[in-house]
């Protein structure tokens, strides 16, 4: 299935294109966002290390139906990206996201995690989401815990910090459609 645009209250959620990989380049490579991704992210950030991802892996990805990317824009300034968000079908790791500092804390990736997991559960029909993230990253572990996911497993994982504790967070299809009714069914 194609990338299809999304839209949240506050939210445009478009489809990655190459020609984004400009703006990433510009606001992804800081301690702030990089610390808690996985270690292959490189650090420090090599000049071409956007326009790289963006064409070689996530655009690859969707190709090939196993990923689906999206950038993050305020209604209010939609020539701008301030994250990304992506589902992937990756066994235990099927949604990232990242955002700019100047926008966290203010419930812009509640909404767009809500709009992509609605999408994994009722577009693409996927039986199961799970996300894995540094323990110590609180903002993401918060976001988890109040989508109604649960804790599944934690262990070691490498990141551009290091090697941290990484949990695994877990919702089902049945538990989502549940938590919000009629909006997460066809």
């Not at 990338?3 to 990655?16: I, Q």
């Not at 300034?77 to 996201?97: H, K, Q, T």
């Not at 994994?120 to 323990?135: G, S």
Request: aromatic share 10%.
């Amino acid at each position: 299935m194609v990338t299809p645009a999304l839209e949240t209250e506050r939210l445009l959620l478009k489809p990655l294109s190459s020609d984004d990989a400009v703006q990433i380049q510009r606001t992804f490579p800081r301690w702030e966002i990089v610390r808690y991704l996985i270690a292959s992210v490189p650090w420090p950030y090599p000049d071409n290390a956007a326009q790289h991802y963006v064409d070689n892996i996530a655009l690859a990805a969707s190709k090939k139906g196993k990923g689906w990317y999206w950038t993050l824009r305020r209604k209010e300034a939609p020539e701008e990206v301030i994250g990304v968000i992506c589902l992937m079908d990756i066994p235990d790791n099927n949604r990232g996201f990242w955002l700019v500092p100047e926008w966290q804390g203010q419930g812009y990736m509640t909404e767009a995690c809500h709009a992509v997991t609605n999408f994994w559960f009722t577009e693409l029909d996927r039986e199961v989401l799970r996300a894995p993230k540094a323990a110590i990253n609180n903002r993401s572990r918060n976001l988890s815990e109040r989508s109604g996911m649960r804790l599944l497993r934690v262990e070691k994982g490498e990141y551009v910090a290091g090697v941290l504790d990484t949990e695994l967070w877990e919702i089902t299809r049945d538990e989502w459609r549940q938590l919000n009714g009629a909006s997460a069914r066809r």
